[in-house]
């Protein structure tokens, strides 16, 4: 069987590959354990490297820290999803005094990096134009505008991907746009986008980790603070294991949150067989119903 970019490997290739596999493994593991042995050689395991969390002011502080940036997530996540929903429905519409603004909008938003986006609602707006912008709704704002536009374009793409018989039956149904897309378009477009969906919300939620350089108390902001002290041995390294693996078990609920919605998708669209019966005595009735429209005595 031949792919269009390349031919399928043959049995000398699949073992060939097999052996590069393994040897990139090796190579992988051989430069995992010497990190690991250079940690434990500098003592980075030791316990006076990790008492620190033993303390309950530094669990409060780091529970407060991950409070403030799931918050931000939370936030940010519902008006990206918001902004994005609303600026692919405008550049998808038939109206060009609101699809060429949506377009510029989404298009503008998504060139612009979240840093500088960040910094200029924060010291810009806030510290320039003497507006009351504090460092959470800049890091929201920002976080909505760049990624609300991506969401924009993946909704719009979501859309259009659809077959174009989709819209032709509605139309033919004598439905209006507003109901085609909500009540045809969307839901179909939101099962195939739903990965996608899930994978942007991921990239908000370790983006809030741009906070610290506003001064937004998040977990990275708390982590450089922890580690700047030298009562605690300046756990540096060992606060911000910590702080990973606190955002590995976000990103990994995310994800199970993503398979659960895919699975309840995939059951919500079976439907049990067909009644024969009941699909005869609804085309009879069809018939009967062209037939009295339409062959009356003239």
Same mark, same amino acid.
């Given at each position: ?42 003592? &980075? ?51 060009? *005094? ?38 959470? *709704?800049?890091?929201?704002? !920002? ?21 174009? !018989? &989709?819209?032709? %039956? ?8 507003? &109901? ?7 839901? &179909?477009?939101?099962?195939?986008m739903l990965p996608t969906i899930i994978s942007q919300l991921v990239v908000v939620l370790k983006?809030?980790?741009? !906070?610290?350089?506003?001064?937004y108390p998040e977990l990275l902001y708390q982590a450089r603070y922890l580690g700047s002290q ?7 390294l060992q606060v911000g294991l910590v702080i990973a693996v606190i955002y590995i078990a976000m ?6 949150? %993503? ?12 439907? !049990? ?26």
């Amino acid at each position: 069987m031949t792919s269009v970019l390349y031919d399928n490997a043959g049995p000398k290739a699949r073992v060939r590959y097999r052996s590069y596999g393994v040897l990139g493994s090796i190579v992988l593991l051989a430069i995992f354990a010497f990190v690991i042995y250079r940690l434990v050689a500098t003592g &980075q395991f030791s316990a006076r490297r990790w008492e620190f969390i033993q303390y309950s002011q530094i669990q409060v502080l780091l529970l407060n820290a991950w409070w403030a940036t799931v918050s931000a997530f939370l936030v940010a996540a519902v008006l990206s999803l918001l902004f994005g929903a609303v600026f692919a429905a405008g550049r998808m519409s038939d109206h060009r *005094w609101v699809s060429v603004p949506s377009t510029a909008i989404v298009e503008f938003f998504r060139a612009i990096p979240l840093l500088i986006l960040i910094f200029i609602l924060y010291f810009g707006l806030s510290r320039s134009l003497g507006l009351n912008i504090n460092t959470f *709704w800049a890091l929201v704002l !920002g976080l909505m505008l760049y990624n609300g536009s991506v969401l924009a374009e993946i909704f719009r793409g979501g859309v259009r991907a659809l077959p174009k !018989g &989709q819209t032709e %039956a509605s139309y033919a149904l004598g439905m209006r746009k507003t &109901q085609m897309m909500t009540n045809v378009l969307l839901p &179909q477009a939101l099962r195939a986008m739903l990965p996608t969906i899930i994978s942007q919300l991921v990239v908000v939620l370790k983006d809030t980790a741009l !906070g610290f350089l506003i001064l937004y108390p998040e977990l990275l902001y708390q982590a450089r603070y922890l580690g700047s002290q030298p009562n605690l041995s300046s756990p540096i390294l060992q606060v911000g294991l910590v702080i990973a693996v606190i955002y590995i078990a976000m990103c990994l609920l995310l994800s199970r949150l %993503a398979n659960y919605l895919d699975r309840r998708t995939k059951r919500s669209r079976k439907v !049990g067989p067909l009644d024969p019966t009941a699909v005869h005595d609804a085309e009879m009735e069809v018939v009967a119903a062209s037939s009295h429209g339409g062959g009356g005595p003239s």
